[in-house]
């Protein structure tokens, strides 16, 4: 592990909060212009220079609002259901590069050799809060599925038919969808050989020894597919909201919530999409590396800076992207949200990794992955049209002519 | 009467095929579209700038008109008054001065709570001798109910205004009071 200095991680952990916290504030101005522009319309442009502080005066809004707590809450878990929910979404940003990372180094024979080589990595500078994390992916994952804690601590706490109803679909959808995002990923895990996101970085970017393997989605396009539609799920983005579906449940499982508290709700659902679009970077989008424009600048300060710089880019149009989604696509009912999860992405994503560890253990070029994944895609589809996996041919009964039972004219 | 048989068509579920079951191909088209609205035309009105263009015929405050010598147009004969639907108009009718040759009566007072009109119309449908409109102003506020309610001087003013700036032409443009505001024949 880099060496641990106090004054160092402080600023970056301060920085980085920041950082994430002021993006999370100007995507929901994004996710306000964007919507305005899909529909012909301008969007918030009143406050500041093109509406650009409007995400000052709702935090303040959400500051000055009146903090209403009803008396039918328990008041120990409806207080600790926010707290949850950002300090889970908040935590899993610690692991995540958002610039310019060295690869952590492999196991060594020795002790000697295992010091040097830490000593070498120490040496480097990784734009990572907790570098060398050999868990990375998995420790995302953890907390990404402790969020549905907050979800469920919020929707039952509140003793209220709304925010329980909202409650228990984000369970079942974040449980189900959690298994597609993790398969999904084994994927790639398989390919790279490391758990360790700055090594699943350093695996797309050009090699010591000359070989350039080029971004994951390549490979693994399928994959990804599945990974960002799971991720718009376990974020409940909009195709898949029905946790907060407001013209079903009110307001979902914040119904109850006022002032800050519902603030910090709705803040997590955004720490979530910006983790998410690092995560997507990264393991499928290269990183930090943008076709060799990130060795443009030799000077390494200017260099992890562009580093950073792309990593963070690819991260906003990753959000933008879910935000355009989010304004295109209408959400979806509950049984096709489940036999979408169990009965199509689950066993795409099991097919995806039997064809890795094939691929893998055949020494078949990469480049058969590309096909095996539009191969499952494609014989998904087929699949699913011949009503065999999706939509089983039932025997629908049919109607007698006439009228249906119990109606009647009304005689003149 | 009982629909036929052969009039009635029962429609089932359309079958989703290939196409559609890959989701992306719907997915593409649909952004296609929102894509396009995006960086599309907008079609805001960035009001308190940007005033709304309203159609001559709009129904807004009511004005009092002036004939050419800018004298009232109004020979206080209630019909509008008596046309009104939520009574919003008091009119004390008093008789003309004698110079006023043309008529024998004009309105002392002529009052509109325009709190209680519901801008339907009618007074001005009612007028025979085309004195009341009503505008296409449509940004009233008051401060109290009390300045809601326009006198004479007030609506003839709404006439001097809206004329002045053109929104709101008089739009009959005969310059003669109508017979019903002749003299009853001398007996």
Request: proline residues 8%.
């Amino acid at each position: 592990m880099p060496a641990f200095d106090l004054t160092t991680l402080a600023i970056v952990i301060v920085g980085l909060m920041g950082g994430v916290l002021g993006v999370v504030g100007y995507l929901t101005l994004g996710e306000r212009k964007i919507s305005a522009w899909m529909q012909d319309r301008l969007g918030p442009n009143r406050v500041g220079p093109g509406g650009l502080l409007q995400p000052l005066a709702d935090g303040g809004k959400f500051f000055l609002k009146e903090e209403l707590i009803p008396d039918h809450v328990d008041r120990v878990f409806y207080l600790l259901a926010p707290a949850v929910a950002v300090i889970t979404s908040l935590l899993a940003i610690a692991v995540v590069p958002f610039g310019g990372t060295t690869p952590a180094p492999d196991p060594q024979p020795t002790v000697a050799a295992f010091d040097a080589a830490q000593a070498d990595y120490r040496s480097h500078f990784s734009a990572v809060m907790a570098p060398g994390l050999d868990v990375g992916v998995l420790y995302v994952f953890a907390l990404g599925s402790l969020a549905v804690y907050a979800v469920i601590l919020a929707g039952w706490s509140a003793n209220n038919k709304y925010s329980l109803l909202g409650a228990l679909r984000s369970s079942a959808q974040i449980i189900s969808y959690e298994i597609p995002l993790g398969m999904s990923v084994l994927g790639v895990v398989l390919l790279v050989g490391s758990l360790n996101l700055e090594r699943i970085v350093a695996w797309q970017a050009p090699q010591p020894d000359g070989t350039h393997h080029g971004w994951l989605v390549l490979y693994q396009p399928l994959a990804f597919l599945l990974f960002m539609t799971a991720a718009y799920a376990e974020g409940s983005r909009l195709p898949f909201d029905l946790p907060e579906a407001e013209q079903e449940l009110v307001g979902g499982y914040h119904t109850e919530y006022s002032s800050m508290k519902l603030g910090l709700m709705l803040m997590a659902e955004y720490v979530h999409l910006v983790t998410a679009g690092f995560i997507v970077s990264i393991l499928f989008f290269g990183g930090w590396s943008f076709f060799g424009l990130e060795n443009a600048v030799s000077d390494p300060v200017w260099g992890a800076v562009l580093k950073a710089a792309i990593l963070i880019a690819k991260m906003l149009s990753y959000c933008v992207f879910a935000q355009v989604i989010r304004w295109t696509i209408p959400r979806f009912r509950f049984d096709q949200l489940m036999n979408l999860a169990w009965k199509v992405m689950i066993p795409l994503a099991l097919f995806n990794l039997v064809c890795v560890i094939v691929v893998g253990q055949l020494g078949w070029p990469l480049v058969t992955l590309t096909v095996t994944s539009a191969a499952l895609f494609v014989g998904a589809g087929l699949a699913s049209a011949r009503g065999s996996v999706t939509n089983p041919r039932r025997a629908v009964p049919k109607l007698p002519p006439g009228l249906p039972a119990g109606v009647t004219y009304a005689s003149r | 009467m009982p629909l036929a048989e052969s009039d009635v068509r029962w429609v089932g579920e359309p079958k989703l095929g290939f196409w559609e079951q890959l989701y992306l191909p719907a997915v593409v088209d649909g952004l296609k579209t929102t894509v396009g609205h995006l960086f599309g035309p907008k079609r805001t009105e960035q009001y308190p700038e940007q005033e709304p263009k309203l159609p001559p015929n709009y129904r807004g405050v009511h004005r009092l008109n002036r004939d050419e010598a800018g004298r009232v147009k109004c020979v206080a004969c209630y019909m509008c008054a008596t046309a009104c639907p939520a009574h919003c108009i008091d009119i004390v009718a008093a008789p003309a001065p004698p110079e006023w040759t043309d008529r024998e009566k004009y309105p002392e007072t002529f009052v509109i709570d325009e709190l209680r009109c519901i801008y339907c119309g009618m007074c001005e449908e009612a007028c025979p001798v085309d004195a009341i409109e009503l505008t296409t102003l449509y940004d009233l506020t008051g401060l109290s109910r009390e300045q809601m309610v326009f006198d004479k001087e007030k609506l003839l003013s709404v006439f001097d205004t809206t004329t002045g700036a053109g929104t709101d032409p008089v739009r009959t443009r005969a310059g003669r009071l109508s017979p019903s505001s002749e003299p009853p024949p001398a007996r």
